[in-house]
Nanobody
Framework: QVQLVESGGGLVQAGGSLRLSCAAS????????MGWFRQAPGKEREIVAA????????HYADSVKGRFTISRDNAKATMYLQMNNLKPEDTAVYYC?????????????????WGQGTQVTVSS
């Protein structure tokens, strides 16, 4: 069973950048589809980006396309989310998640393992 730990969140001004990391342990990282999700107060958890096991296919929510980049380093068992040109509406708790599915999945219920989350706050 894989354990996931996010880091890199914080407070940033609008237009700024942050890089989130998700370190995995206890499992074979390269065997999981990985995803970043976020949840703002009073809202449902939503997909931000996802990446297949090889890193050869990615998915982005429309709201972050062109601003966020998801990547993974299977040798380091780590996933990243580079967030540029941040907006106040990006404020949320960001979670990394792992799925045992063999192909791209974006629904939260398709992910079996979750990190504890990291807060991202973007001030205007």
């Amino acid at each position: 069973q894989v354990q996931l730990v996010e880091s890199g969140g914080g407070l940033v001004q609008a237009g700024g950048s942050l890089r989130l990391s998700c370190a995995a342990s206890g499992g074979t990282f390269s065997s999981y589809v990985m995803g970043w999700f976020r949840q703002a107060p009073g809202k449902e958890r939503e997909i931000v980006a996802a990446i297949v096991r090889t890193g050869g296919l990615t998915h982005y929510a429309d709201s972050v396309k062109g601003r966020f980049t998801i990547s993974r380093d299977n040798a380091k068992a780590t996933m990243y989310l580079q967030m540029n040109n941040l907006k106040p509406e990006d404020t949320a708790v960001y979670y990394c998640a792992a799925s045992i599915r063999l192909s791209m999945v974006i629904a939260p219920e398709e992910y079996q393992y979750w990190g504890q989350g990291t807060q991202v706050t973007v001030s205007s």
